[in-house]
């Protein structure tokens, strides 16, 4: 990106020193006969030396950074040329856009169509070894198009390029030996492929460590392009040598391979090999960078059509529509920054400039779109007319093999593929006991309409139809013409199809009414169980909560060397104690009996306070209880109660609010009254005792409840009512669970 309109001396060197083969016939360095592999040995004086992890073309970079800034107009260079010592003057100019996009920005976009080509291929077969082949091939190719450009300007990426450049070819001749399968030679010595990649390695490390030394690499970098001169033009010969002796699906793979991958490739070897011997002014070069970026794109549209790495993938409408439409966009954004470049504007106004570009790539994007659908999602534009024409067959039809006849007239005129065949099976073949259900079926109403491709081939789609339960029939759809791909829109319609069959053929079965109904009883037995245990849990959830806060809020006082009174050390024995019994009690899972006894009312309420003293804070419980009444009760079932009942009156009474007990002799024997002041009831006032009926946003419904089911067992009756501004819960005791006084208590 700096080097966008950066002065430069009209030639690009190595970080050797060596005069680029890469530029345009065009700049002033190629005009004074300046050619490749030609050596600046001294710039302004600055004599070009190597060092020891320094590259000699730091002092060019230097001299020619230091000359822009004195605002010189030219630098003065010595070259050793194969004539001799030559003193050449280059004048500064900018770098100019054309060039920029050519050697840099077309480099960086082609190169990310190489790592999406490498990322597809490994995420459609990431085991496939043609996939891994040609992702491998593709990533050290992009990373050679990155650093290229650097390579000869910033040099931030020298140790990259020097991979890349070894890698490269060892991956197109490993590529050309998988492309579309294994050759004999790598079937049969599969280590190869890993020999091949080794002798790349050892030529990047010699590279690497030559550099690291302060010795040229120029020796190496000739082998390297030879390499790649070989290897490219391997890959073109293999190509064609394959497609001569290839017959059917497999020659038509490779003839969409040869004729998208194979031009390029030779342009490309063409190029490098005139680069190699000094030629600058080739019309070749105009034509090796843009023939780079036919190689990804031929390789995704041959895994389209052809199924090119074998990944069995289906392809997918909607993300095929966003890659193409970023495809779009993106081409628009490039086409108009580089315009905008030639209108003076430096880099970021050009990207700015490109903004209008999304006005222009909506008509793109929904032409390309467009197209795309045509091309390959015929199935969309077929949906509706074949579902019709299918279902007015079916209406005319009622016999099992007269339906099949019209699912596979109806599949055969809108698919193109080898063959269609519906296999319908009886019913009493579908209840034998080693028939099993589908695997991955889909559930659709009281359908299943499940894929599972058949073993025997890798191409082959099978639809299995079953209707409540039942399998009815199995859809089988050959390979289509040419191995292209299944779509999703082709997937969904053989559902649709698949669906309007396994209801025409449930019309042909009978189903015992007495089967279903078992069915249905078995489930709702199933989850009345699961519902009684979800039950149980809740309710035992909910009543170990509030001797859990008692216990937290005892430990903290213990952690502060507070020290207890008696009272909640007698508290937390009993807490201890109830919870043993309830736990005791889960190994029945049944409601165990009332273990009634005489206990003081204050004590309940007391008991209670303290149980809910992390809740209360420094608010009180206003209890208007005298000493004398007592109950006859289940201490732990009816503490429970109160901690519902207050626990809820605390919550709805707000920090500000008041919450009371208060006991009232009446007439059969007493009510205990437990009050709060907060708003009163929301929602549906009738089912405020049903099990899960909450207006807490984080209730769970089942104090209240729980509450209920303990005061009848008592024999007690709960009513909530709303008086004087006051929510009250009632709770209504005969006179025979009443003892007021001590002295009636003994008589």
């Given at each position: 990106m700096s080097w966008y309109e950066r002065p430069f001396p009209g030639v690009l060197v190595d970080p050797d020193g060596v005069v680029s083969s890469l530029g345009l016939p065009s700049w002033e360095g190629f005009q004074k006969g300046l050619r490749f592999p030609d050596r600046v040995v001294e710039v302004n004086g600055w004599r070009l030396e190597s060092t020891e992890g320094r590259y000699r073309a730091s002092t060019w970079d230097a001299a020619i950074e230091q000359a822009a800034r004195e605002g010189q107009r030219s630098v003065h260079a010595r070259v050793e040329t194969a004539e001799g010592v030559r003193d050449v003057e280059l004048s500064l100019v900018p770098f100019d856009p054309l060039a920029w996009w050519f050697y840099a920005g077309g480099l960086m976009v082609v190169a990310s169509l190489y790592v999406g080509a490498a990322l597809i291929a490994l995420s459609a077969s990431p085991r496939g070894k043609l996939a891994r082949a040609f992702a491998t091939a593709a990533l050290f190719t992009a990373l050679f198009q990155f650093s290229i450009f650097d390579y000869h300007s910033s040099r931030d990426l020298v140790p990259f390029f020097h991979v890349a450049y070894a890698l490269v070819p060892m991956s197109f001749f490993t590529l050309a030996l998988r492309l579309p399968d294994d050759v004999a030679l790598i079937a049969r010595y599969p280590a190869f492929a890993r020999i091949a990649h080794g002798l790349g390695g050892l030529l990047a490390a010699g590279m690497l460590a030559s550099h690291a030394m302060g010795w040229t690499t120029v020796g190496l970098r000739g082998v390297c392009a030879t390499l790649v001169v070989a290897s490219f033009l391997f890959f073109a010969i293999t190509l064609i040598l394959r497609f001569a002796a290839a017959e059917g699906d497999r020659r038509r793979t490779l003839r969409a391979l040869l004729l998208a991958m194979a031009p390029p490739h030779v342009v490309i070897a063409v190029g490098f090999l005139l680069a190699m011997l000094g030629v600058a002014e080739s019309a070749l070069a105009w034509f090796s960078i843009p023939a780079l970026a036919l190689t990804p794109v031929s390789s995704v549209v041959a895994f389209i059509r052809y199924d090119l790495?074998?990944?069995?993938?289906?392809?997918?409408?909607?993300?095929?529509?966003?890659?193409?439409?970023?495809?779009?966009?993106?081409?628009?954004?490039?086409?108009?920054?580089?315009?905008?470049?030639?209108?003076?504007?430096?880099?970021?106004?050009?990207?700015?400039?490109?903004?209008?570009?999304?006005?222009?790539?909506?008509?793109?994007?929904?032409?390309?779109?467009?197209?795309?659908?045509?091309?390959?999602?015929?199935?969309?534009?077929?949906?509706?007319p074949t579902v019709e024409q299918l279902s007015e067959e079916l209406t005319l039809v009622a016999d099992p093999d007269e339906v099949a006849d019209a699912v596979e007239r109806t599949v055969a005129r809108w698919l193109s593929c080898e063959r269609v065949t519906f296999r319908r099976i009886e019913v009493d073949a579908a209840d034998a006991p080693g028939e099993q259900a589908p695997r991955g079926a889909e559930a659709s109403g009281e359908r299943l309409i499940g894929i599972d491709p058949p073993p025997a081939s890798a191409s082959e789609l099978s639809l299995t139809l079953m209707f409540r339960g039942r399998l009815l029939g199995v859809l089988e759809v050959g390979k289509k013409r040419g191995g292209a791909l299944f779509t999703s829109e082709d997937l969904d319609l053989l559902r649709t199809i698949g669906n309007q069959a396994a209801l025409a053929l449930a019309h042909a079965h009978s189903y015992a009414e007495l089967e279903r109904r078992r069915r249905e009883q078995a489930a709702a037995w199933r989850d009345e169980r699961a519902a009684l245990i979800e039950t149980l849990a809740a309710e035992i959830t909910h009543e170990v909560r509030y001797p859990i806060n008692f216990f937290r809020s005892v430990f903290k006082r213990g952690s502060s060397n507070q020290s207890l009174d008696a009272e909640e050390v007698e508290i937390g024995c009993e807490e201890v104690e109830r919870l043993e019994r309830l736990v005791m009690g889960l190994r029945r899972v049944t409601h165990r009996k009332l273990e009634r006894r005489r206990l003081a009312v204050e004590e309940l309420v007391s008991r209670a306070e303290m149980l809910l003293r992390d809740q209360l804070g420094k608010r009180r419980i206003e209890a208007r209880v005298s000493a004398t009444p007592r109950l006859s009760c289940d201490p732990d079932q009816a503490t429970q109660v109160l901690v519902n009942l207050l626990s809820n009156g605390l919550d709805a009474a707000g920090d500000k609010g008041t919450v009371g007990v208060t006991w009232e002799p009446s007439e059969g024997g007493a009510e205990l009254v437990v009050w709060d002041t907060g708003p009163g009831f929301g929602g549906d006032a009738s089912r405020i005792f049903a099990p899960w009926y909450t207006t807490k946003p984080r209730g769970t419904g089942l104090g209240l409840a729980i509450t209920h089911r303990i005061v009848r067992?008592?024999?007690?009756?709960?009513?909530?009512?709303?008086?004087?501004?006051r929510t009250r819960f009632v709770i209504a005791i005969p006179a025979a669970d009443v003892t007021m006084t001590a002295e009636d208590e003994v008589a």
């Open positions: 790495w074998g990944s069995r993938a289906l392809l997918s409408r909607p993300l095929t529509r966003i890659i193409i439409a970023g495809m779009m966009v993106a081409l628009t954004v490039i086409v108009c920054s580089a315009c905008a470049g030639y209108a003076g504007l430096p880099l970021l106004g050009a990207i700015k400039v490109a903004a209008p570009a999304a006005i222009v790539s909506a008509a793109l994007v929904v032409f390309a779109l467009g197209a795309g659908d045509r091309k390959l999602f015929p199935a969309r534009a077929e949906y509706k067992a008592h024999g007690w009756s709960i009513d909530p009512e709303r008086r004087d501004g």
